[in-house]
Antibody
Framework: EVYLEESGGGLVQPGGSLRLSCGASGFTFSSYQITWVRQAPGKGLEWISYINSRGSTMYYADSVKGRFTISRDNAQNSVYLQMNSLRSEDTSIYYC?????????????WGQGTLVIVSS | QSALTQPAAMSGSPGQSITISCTGTSSDVGGFNYVSWYQQHPGKAPKLIIYGVSSRPSGISNRFSGSKTGNTASLTISGLQTEDEADYYCSSYKRGGSWMFGGGTILTVL
């Protein structure tokens, strides 16, 4: 069974940093592209970052570009999101999601999310 | 990066059909057959229900169907059931290497 699990969320002060992890199991992790999507409390979904299967191509939403860095370790079946210079508007549940292999650019499996609260 | 446009809320009675629209531009919805739809129940992660405009993942009921005309994609749910009450989001790949979501539609089954 495909399983994605986020960790690393918590309370952080504005301007601070946090590193999220996304651990995977149940599939050949190194074959799949992974994204991060966030959801502010009571709000909609926002795509924020993408990494290809080899870790050689990364994309970011304008809202996080220059502050967040996505990376992966295929040997550890994990993707990471390093978040720096955090702002109150970054408060959200952060989900990692897998892109399907059919090339449809859809997110076919999601983790349960980890909550990040940016507040003083 | 503006969100795709969806109605904020819709409602229907059990057994009825509803259609949720998702309007973008020629740089996203209209430019690619990469529209997907997600269902999200309260406190849960989103779940893929339609990919590639009109394809259903394994295990998704055929009561869910998708289509696209120009810059507008649509999700139709036929034979509404109480368990369909949820938030629905469309998504599209966007030219240049990014993805966009719609603002979400709260579906109430009365």
């Amino acid at each position: 069974e495909v399983y994605l699990e986020e960790s690393g969320g918590g309370l952080v002060q504005p301007g601070g940093s946090l590193r999220l992890s996304c651990g995977a199991s149940g599939f050949t992790f190194s074959s799949y592209q992974i994204t991060w999507v966030r959801q502010a409390p009571g709000k909609g979904l926002e795509w924020i970052s993408y990494i290809n299967s080899r870790g050689s191509t990364m994309y970011y939403a304008d809202s996080v570009k220059g502050r967040f860095t996505i990376s992966r370790d295929n040997a550890q079946n994990s993707v990471y999101l390093q978040m720096n210079s955090l702002r109150s508007e970054d408060t959200s549940i952060y989900y990692c999601a897998r892109l399907d292999l059919y090339g449809s650019e859809s997110f076919d499996h999601w983790g349960q999310g980890t909550l990040v609260i940016v507040s003083s | 990066q503006s969100a795709l446009t969806q109605p904020a809320a819709m409602s229907g009675s059990p057994g009825q059909s509803i259609t949720i629209s998702c309007t973008g531009t020629s740089s996203d919805v209209g430019g690619f057959n990469y529209v997907s739809w997600y269902q999200q129940h309260p406190g849960k992660a989103p779940k893929l229900i339609i990919y590639g405009v009109s394809s259903r993942p394994s295990g998704i009921s055929n009561r869910f169907s998708g289509s696209k005309t120009g810059n507008t994609a649509s999700l139709t749910i036929s034979g509404l059931q109480t368990e369909d009450e949820a938030d629905y989001y469309c998504s599209s790949y966007k030219r240049g290497g990014s993805w966009m979501f719609g603002g979400g539609t709260i579906l109430t089954v009365l």
